[in-house]
């Protein structure tokens, strides 16, 4: 008996395309994912200050309860209301296509950066803060990368190169 896909090969194909190259959707999406991810970060901070790191460590690792998981995303999903400026459906669309794409690089930006080890590590609320600092610059770097350009941050002292003759 052949199996029946619900979504054709095409349309699949399609979907992974498009999810590699969500960064060429523009200047509209890199304002959606940036308004997202502080919006996570606020709800990740406001938490770490309350002393949960260890809710933020199981949020980040999927390991927190369902309830748990749920009042953050639900935080996180209001933050991003308020942010967005939009009303209705249109807001519910965007906020329900954007948070789960923002959320998903930024656990997978935490686990390739060993950010559960050290936040087992230092207990203090203020590194820990640091540590989800890093974590945004580097989810950032996942949600928009600067393809193509070679555009890099150089440090102060670096000599500039000479100027080119008109």
């Not at 498009?18 to 959707?25: D, I, K, N, P, R």
């Not at 990740?44 to 690792?61: H, I, M, T, Y």
């Not at 991003?80 to 669309?93: E, I, K, M």
């Not at 990368?145 to 941050?153: C, I, K, L, R």
């Amino acid at each position: 008996m052949k199996n029946i896909s619900l979504f054709p090969h095409f349309l699949r194909t399609a979907g992974q395309l498009t999810g590699l190259a969500a960064w060429q959707t523009g200047r509209l999406f890199r304002k959606a994912a940036q308004s997202a991810l502080e919006s996570v970060q606020e709800v990740l901070r406001a938490e770490v200050q309350k002393g949960n790191v260890q809710l933020v460590r199981d949020f980040l690792s999927s390991k927190a309860l369902p309830a748990a998981r749920t009042l953050l995303l639900e935080r996180m999903t209001a933050r991003l209301l308020v942010r967005l400026g939009l009303r209705g459906a249109l807001a519910s669309h965007v906020v329900g296509w954007i948070l789960p794409v923002v959320v998903e690089q930024l656990m997978k930006a935490a686990q390739k950066s060993g950010l559960f080890d050290r936040l087992r590590e230092h207990a203090t609320v203020q590194d820990a803060l640091q540590r989800l600092e890093e974590l945004k610059r580097a989810t950032w770097k996942r949600l928009a990368p600067d393809h193509g350009t070679g555009a890099e941050v150089l440090p102060d002292d670096t000599p500039l190169p000479p100027q080119l003759s008109a």
